[in-house]
């Protein structure tokens, strides 16, 4: 298995109505979070816990909701927030 990201329940609900640019950025924040996960839970598969709780992140302005779950390998991203005004 290999750690990835998705938007939960899917891309259209979360992302629907927010600007390319804003998207753009949550995307690449997500990779990060991503490549972090990997190295905080070399074998995420073998994890034994309840996972963390679900955080916000600031990114171009705006902020979105994610959680890691380890033993899937993989961090959901479930709401965005953009900037005001756009």
Aim: charged share 20%; hydrophobic share 40%.
């Amino acid at each position: 298995m290999s750690w990835s990201w998705e938007y939960i329940p899917s891309e259209e609900y979360v992302t629907s109505g927010a600007p390319a640019d804003f998207l753009k950025a949550v995307e690449e924040k997500a990779g990060e979070l991503v490549r972090a996960a990997e190295a905080l839970f070399l074998d995420g598969t073998t994890y034994e816990g309840s996972g963390e709780p679900m955080q916000y992140i600031d990114v171009a302005g705006g902020f979105f909701a994610y959680y890691v779950v380890p033993r899937l390998e993989l961090v959901f991203i479930c709401q965005v927030t953009p900037p005001l005004g756009r």
